[in-house]
């Protein structure tokens, strides 16, 4: 029998504008009954079996007798439950104490029977209660076309597959799953390459990366300027409110900066995602230390948060997140590999051998990808990494 197929998977994730109270209070329904299938799954199966298929024989008309739930939902069910026995025998085999599996999160499974997507509508039609019953609901995607949910929606290659429902703080959220077979592996010459984004980060441009996303600091300076201004103001009062008052403007300051570094940190992942890059490079931080000596605004601790959050919004996703030693990443040509210092001036990168013209940060962030592929880095699954991404296309360096 052929292997299975392997897949990449991708969630996006959406909030759902409902269209009426009914339908609201259907798909809350639709979630209360769902627990009780797997609930009701559950306390059958648990200690019995944890194969999908014994347990749909076990289960499955059951829960369609003793909740609202349709024929392909409680198949579902039985699915979940068996994925979530599964895992406790797992955890088990590890040592660890398990118990029956519980269901109480607002969340429902839905698969391509129970849940469509009408890209070009924007909108979704969703299985609620017994085989006839579905609603119609909106989802709420970015104004800006470049929102990462349109790479998966609006793109025949990725293949809408299972999803979850969730329902949080008063609005559903829909996380549509997306697949796509991964480029089978004929022999050992054809291995596929693995694939980073590079990233440079700096005082007027927060990011850059190597496909020419530009993250400004424009706005990030301004105001950490305006907070300083302030600042100084209550300092030299020196009364005690104004003292109380500098404190909690260095709350908000703090507040604000992270809010711009988690936008930041969103936009590099999905980058590294829409470029289906399996990891993200960035200079290590003795590197930028160095670098950006007497810059103004910016702190070794911010790169390192925002490093932080790339690399934790980036786990969940599958993709890698390491650091490179930069040596020579400003004054070096991405295109020809010269090293010189009169090819950095400010903010133009204009290389004196092939002559390369550039945003100098643009420039350093190829370079970092490239630095890190020349330097032989092993993906976790072995393969090699052999390109980066860039903006028109991939770069293999000779
Ligand atoms: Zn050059």
Redesign the pocket.
């Known amino acids: 029998m052929a292997a299975d197929l392997e897949y990449y998977r991708r969630t996006a994730i959406t909030r759902l504008s409902m269209r009426s109270d009914d339908d609201r209070r259907l798909l809350l329904d639709t979630i209360e009954e769902w627990r009780d299938g797997c609930n009701l799954a559950s306390d059958l199966a648990w200690n019995q079996c944890h194969s999908k298929s014994v347990i749909e024989d076990i289960a499955r008309d059951k829960i369609q007798n003793q909740t609202g739930l349709g024929s392909q939902h409680a198949i579902l069910a039985c699915h979940e439950v068996s994925r979530a026995i599964k895992s406790g025998i797992e955890c088990r085999q590890k040592g660890k104490k398990t118990s029956q599996p519980q269901f109480t999160a607002q969340s429902i499974t839905y698969d391509r029977r129970t849940l469509t997507v009408f890209p070009e509508k924007e909108t979704v039609s969703l299985t609620t209660l017994g085989d006839h019953s579905r609603v119609h609901a909106d989802l709420v995607l970015p104004d800006d076309e470049s929102g990462y949910q349109y790479t998966y929606l609006n793109n025949d290659v990725w293949e809408h597959t299972e999803s979850t429902l969730h329902y949080r703080d008063g609005s559903f959220y829909l996380h549509l799953g997306y697949r796509k077979p991964k480029p089978k592996q004929t022999d050992e010459s054809t291995t596929e390459n693995g694939t980073v984004l590079g990233v440079d980060l700096g005082v007027n441009q927060i990011a850059v990366t190597s496909t020419a996303r530009f993250f400004s600091a424009g706005e990030l300076n301004h105001t950490r300027r305006e907070f300083e201004k302030t600042r100084s103001g209550l300092q030299q009062t020196g009364t005690q409110s104004a003292h109380r008052t500098i404190e909690q403007m260095s709350g908000r300051e703090d507040k604000y900066v992270k809010h711009v570094l988690h936008s930041v940190a969103n936009g590099i992942v999905e980058e590294a995602l829409q470029h289906e890059c399996d990891g993200i490079v960035f200079e290590d931080l003795t590197g930028i230390r160095d670098r950006l000596r007497d810059t103004v605004w910016h702190s070794v601790w911010a790169f390192r948060t925002l490093m932080q959050y790339v690399e934790y919004k980036a786990e969940a996703e599958g993709v890698f997140v390491d650091t490179v030693d930069p040596k020579n990443t400003s004054k070096r040509?991405a295109?020809?590999g010269?090293v010189h210092d009169n090819n950095r001036d400010q903010d133009v990168f204009n290389?004196v051998?092939?002559g390369?013209r550039n945003h100098a940060d643009y420039n350093a962030a190829k370079n970092i990808a490239e630095l890190y592929l020349l330097r032989g880095h092993q993906l976790p699954s072995g393969r090699s990494v052999s390109q980066y991404a860039l903006k028109s296309g991939l770069m293999t360096p000779s």
Do not use: A, F, K, S
Request: with cysteine; aromatic share 0%.
């Open positions: 040509c295109d020809c010269c290389c051998q092939c390369n």
